[in-house]
């Protein structure tokens, strides 16, 4: 299986190759989930450190839950509450987690650029679990491995990303990863959420709701992330809703076999209509969460082997 890195921090250092190497060994995990016996030994031996310096309930729970599963050593660190918050800085957080010899660590942090600089310091492999509005990697990739289940392919769709694209960098590493695999991506949102920058991606931008999800195979629906927003980018949810909130009407418009995606946590009544947010026919929030789990632990399986073998060879110490 082909998949050469060391680390995961972003999907702009992935080749369609290795998405596909890492979506396929998912699959075989999505079946081992599903056993009454959920249990690998493909981290035996290892040790995993969790630290978020942002608090994400799912998307921890969702890394541990794969950890211990592979039979990792498992330990979440409290960065809340840590020596971050009395000045320490990440060259001596670095510096203390190899003291640990940790084997695989998970990484969320506010500051783009924070989980690259904290890779290039530690001698273990590195998984970015969301850094400030740069990247979500594992959060593309179970997006993705729940579109080829549901749609049996992930080339060629038209793939509508809605709602809060400014500050979402689950909306900047699906829009890299898509258009690797040769998707037509449209953006839909108000002018004050859908920045230019992502003009040289080769994307369609719309700001008309309905005009955007003409057709499309996927509508995948951002969350207002209100605790990124320093001024007045809506009028009112009211409004945000009534323009750009997917309910039965809008959706109308997609294929009628459209489904329906939302990273959560969901908004409901702000970002889409929960009748629709439940609607087991057009839905598969539920089951990203399902691949969540199994997706993260096929990176850290690819990242485990690397690490090992690096390790044989004496590459990394």
């Known amino acids: 299986m082909s998949f050469a890195h060391t680390h995961l921090l972003g999907i702009e250092q992935l080749n369609p190759f290795d998405i596909t190497a890492l979506l396929d060994l998912a699959e075989s995990y999505v079946e081992l989930n599903r056993k009454s016996v959920k249990h690998s030994e493909a981290l035996r031996g290892l040790t995993q450190i969790n630290?978020?310096?942002?608090?994400?309930?799912?998307?921890?729970a969702s890394f541990e839950l794969a950890g211990k599963r592979l039979g990792a050593d498992v330990m979440n660190m409290s960065m809340q509450a840590s020596s971050i918050k009395?000045?320490?800085?990440l060259i001596d957080t670095a510096m203390t987690l190899n003291a640990m010899h940790p084997d695989l660590l998970v990484v969320r942090?506010?500051?783009?650029?924070?989980v690259d600089l904290l890779a290039q310091k530690v001698n273990c492999a590195v998984l970015n679990a969301g850094d400030g509005k740069h990247e979500h990697?594992?959060?593309?990739?179970?997006?993705?491995?729940?579109?080829?289940?549901?749609?049996?392919r992930l080339q060629r769709l038209n793939i509508a990303i809605c709602g809060d694209i400014a500050h979402s960098r689950v909306a900047r590493s699906n829009i890299l990863l898509l258009g690797k695999?040769?998707?037509?991506?449209?953006l839909i949102g108000p002018p004050t959420l859908l920045p230019s920058a992502f003009a040289e991606f080769g994307v369609e931008v719309y700001q008309d709701m309905k005009e955007g999800l003409q057709d499309v195979d996927v509508v995948m629906m951002l969350r207002l992330q209100k605790e990124r927003m320093d001024g007045g980018f809506i009028p009112s949810e009211r409004e945000y809703y009534h323009r750009y909130g997917l309910d039965a009407e809008k959706l109308a418009v997609a294929k009628p076999d459209a489904i329906v995606m939302h990273p959560g946590p969901m908004n409901r009544g702000v970002e889409i209509d929960g009748e629709i947010a439940d609607d087991i026919n057009r839905s598969v929030i539920q089951e990203q969460v399902e691949m969540g789990v199994a997706v993260r632990m096929a990176a850290m399986?690819?990242?485990?082997?690397?690490?090992?073998?690096?390790r044989e060879t004496g590459v990394m110490a």
Not at 86 to 89: D, L, N, S, W
Not at 109 to 114: E, I, K, L, Q, Y
Request: hydrophobic letters at 35%; proline letters at 4%; zero cysteines.
């Open 51 to 60: 630290m978020f310096f942002e608090n994400s309930t799912r998307t921890q």
């Open 86 to 89: 009395k000045g320490e800085t």
């Open 109 to 114: 942090h506010p500051h783009s650029g924070a």
């Open 137 to 152: 990697p594992t959060q593309a990739l179970l997006d993705a491995l729940t579109i080829r289940r549901a749609k049996g």
């Open 181 to 186: 695999m040769e998707n037509r991506i449209r």
């Open 301 to 310: 399986d690819l990242l485990a082997r690397n690490l090992r073998a690096k």
